[in-house]
Every structure is written in C-alpha cells, then in structure tokens.
C-alpha cells in the first residue's frame, strides 16, 4: 500500500505561482509512475501530469503545458507540481496519483487551488 499526502494548495493571483507537494509512505515512490489530475467545481477529474520512475520523462495535459513542471525527489519519496502563471480555470482540487501499473491505484486526498482574477 502506498499512502499519498499532498500539500502546498491555496490562494493565488492571476499569474502567480504555487508549488504543490505529494509524499508518499508505505512503500518506495521510484517504484511508481506519479501523477498529478484536477477536478474543478461541477466538473470530471482530467489530467494535469506526470512523470516516470526516474523523472527523465514527464507528460502534461495541453492546457498546462508550458506553465506547469512536474518533477520529484525519489529520496525524500516526493513529487512535486510547480504552477506558474496561473489562471482563474486552474482553480480546482488537485491529486496526487501513483501506480506500477497501466491503472492508477494509489489516490491522495487532495490539495484545493484558488485563483483569483
């Protein structure tokens, strides 16, 4: 079992920054592909990024790409999601996911972002 706890969410400008955290217990985190995915109010949970065991590759949804750098600290077993020049729809709750699998099975509760505009 791989318990996920993330941290870092809160309020933010318009073009601002926030910088996520998701660390893992229970089990090694460079044995897990980790992701991180949003839900917004009224809306499904979509992919935000993610990025391989040895953080040499990492994958991101297009409405984030460029403004967003996932990456992690196998040895501090975290993963990390740097938010740059946010905006008012990246407003959401935002996951930690990890998995050895094709499937996600290991969940965080989740950390809220506001933007305000």
């Known amino acids: 079992q791989v318990q996920l706890v993330e941290s870092g969410g809160g309020l933010a400008q318009t073009g601002g920054s926030l910088r996520l955290s998701c660390v893992a217990s229970g089990r090694t985190l460079s044995n897990y592909f980790t992701g991180w995915f949003r839900q917004a109010p009224g809306k499904e949970r979509e992919f935000v990024a993610s990025i391989n065991w040895s953080g040499s590759s990492a994958y991101y949804a297009n409405s984030v790409k460029g403004r967003f750098t996932i990456s992690r600290d196998n040895a501090k077993n975290t993963t990390y999601l740097q938010m740059n020049s946010l905006k008012p729809e990246d407003t959401a709750l935002y996951y930690c996911?990890?998995?050895?699998?094709?499937?996600?099975?290991?969940w965080g509760k989740g950390t809220l972002v506001t933007v305000s505009s």
């Open positions: 996911a990890a998995r050895s699998g094709t499937r996600y099975d290991y």
